[in-house]
């Protein structure tokens, strides 16, 4: 009976000894396994590692590495939805860490990789190509920026092709105007994208359809003065010669066409990598840019060429455009010109607001000039210390440009009226 009371004892020791020896991981202990799992491919395993380290130490210094971990892991399973979340949220609840241009790339390529067909919705094309810039802004001297450039050239061209299609598909069935609108806009965001000749060769076979056929000619003569290596010259070549119209010599004719379906010029992709070292940078520059973006009225680029600081332009004249197609104003100006815009519009009248900045009136300009004829009603003009204001009232209008052109240095807006207001006009004239 003693012997086995002792046995009892000893035993109990033991067990009690064991559990005490017996050692909880630590948060490098899953940081490690996590880390054996991922790179062995193991994903799951590794997702399940460092979530227990997140849990069980969240003030861990592996904890961040881990959180990013999780997301690339989702990643490779190409579970993209869950990938986007934890990088979102890596993102917003780090942004100081040193691995967020690893992050944002990755979150960016979880929508690039669900990229569609050019035929259909491209919602994840525009949401891959928003964190590509937006990387490529960040991070320049990042490696992935040079990545995320590539990625951009190839989400651009997938958006130019849907909207190729669309305006293709429009052409087919005789929706002209459906079809102008959307080739334009290809033309004034993607010109440099490799389906831009076939859009804009279609574009002159669009408008020609509609019977614009001075504006078909133009853009006709843009495809062999943008792309004269492209198999759509020769036969814009041929439909020129068909058409017999005369062409604008003074402008880029592809600027003249956008003008008339009330885009702006082309805009290529800027070349987002430029990385500035500290010692180039201008902190002057940089505050006038945050000054500029601040505005809250206006919404315009300025001109390519701005004036001197100093040297105050003159605004010499306004006047409504010889020509009926398209409808626009002229201003004639001393020099080029910086400006914001600003439309309003209501029941029955629209207002364009444009502010000149470092610009004079000239002394015999008259400060209220009366236009009445087809959608233009009248113009007003008041300068102040800033510059000077030039408010355009016409009627209703769906869209307008503002087109800066050189020798002599002027500024064309050209508006395009609502639906009725064109049949309106097409009956008058």
């Not at 009976?1 to 109990?12: E, G, I, K, N």
Request: aromatic residues 10%; hydrophobic residues 35%.
């Amino acid at each position: 009976m003693r012997h086995r009371r002792f046995f009892t004892l000893a035993l109990l020791g033991v067990l009690a000894a064991g559990c005490a020896t017996k050692k909880l991981p630590t948060g490098q202990d899953y940081y490690s396994q996590g880390e054996n799992f991922y790179n062995r491919k193991l994903y799951k395993g590794a997702i399940d590692n460092y979530q227990h380290l997140i849990d069980q130490y969240p003030f861990s210094a592996y904890a961040e590495d881990a959180e990013l971990k999780i997301g690339l892991a989702y990643y490779q399973m190409k579970n993209y939805p869950e990938a986007i979340n934890s990088l979102t949220d890596f993102i917003r609840m780090h942004p100081t860490n040193k691995n967020l241009p690893t992050a944002s790339y990755y979150l960016g390529m979880s929508y690039f990789d669900q990229m569609p067909a050019p035929w259909q919705d491209q919602s994840m094309t525009e949401k891959a190509l928003e964190q590509f810039r937006s990387l490529e802004r960040q991070f320049p001297e990042s490696p992935y920026a040079s990545l995320a450039h590539d990625r951009i050239e190839v989400c651009r061209e997938m958006l130019a092709r849907n909207e190729l299609m669309i305006g293709t598909y429009y052409q087919k069935r005789a929706n002209y105007r459906a079809a102008e609108s959307r080739l334009a806009e290809l033309m004034e965001k993607y010109p440099e994208t490799p389906v831009a000749p076939d859009a804009l060769y279609n574009l002159g076979v669009t408008l020609e359809k509609e019977g614009k056929k001075y504006s078909a000619a133009q853009a006709f003569a843009a495809v062999n003065v943008h792309f004269k290596d492209s198999r759509y010259a020769a036969m814009a070549r041929a439909q020129l010669k068909k058409l017999n119209q005369p062409i604008d010599t003074e402008e880029d004719p592809l600027r003249m066409v956008l003008a008339e379906g009330g885009f702006g010029p082309p805009q290529p992709e800027p070349p987002l990598i430029a990385v500035k070292h500290h010692e180039d940078a201008n902190p002057e520059a940089a505050a006038d840019n945050a000054d500029s973006e601040a505005l809250p009225k206006f919404d315009s680029p300025p001109a390519d060429k701005a004036p001197p600081a100093g040297e105050p332009v003159t605004l010499r004249g306004v006047r409504l455009a010889s020509s009926s197609n398209p409808l626009s104003v002229i201003f004639d100006m001393s020099g080029p010109v910086k400006f914001e815009k600003h439309l309003s519009s209501g029941p029955g009248f629209a207002s364009l607001t444009v502010h000149l900045l470092n610009t004079q009136p000239d002394s015999r300009l008259d400060h209220h000039i009366v236009f009445d004829r087809s959608i233009f009603k009248d113009s007003d003009i008041k300068a102040d210390s800033g510059g000077t204001t030039v408010t355009v009232n016409t009627g209703p209008v769906a869209r307008f440009a503002i087109i800066p052109l050189e020798d002599p240095s002027r500024l064309l807006v050209t508006f395009t009226p609502e639906e009725h207001d064109l049949e309106t006009n097409s009956q008058g004239s």
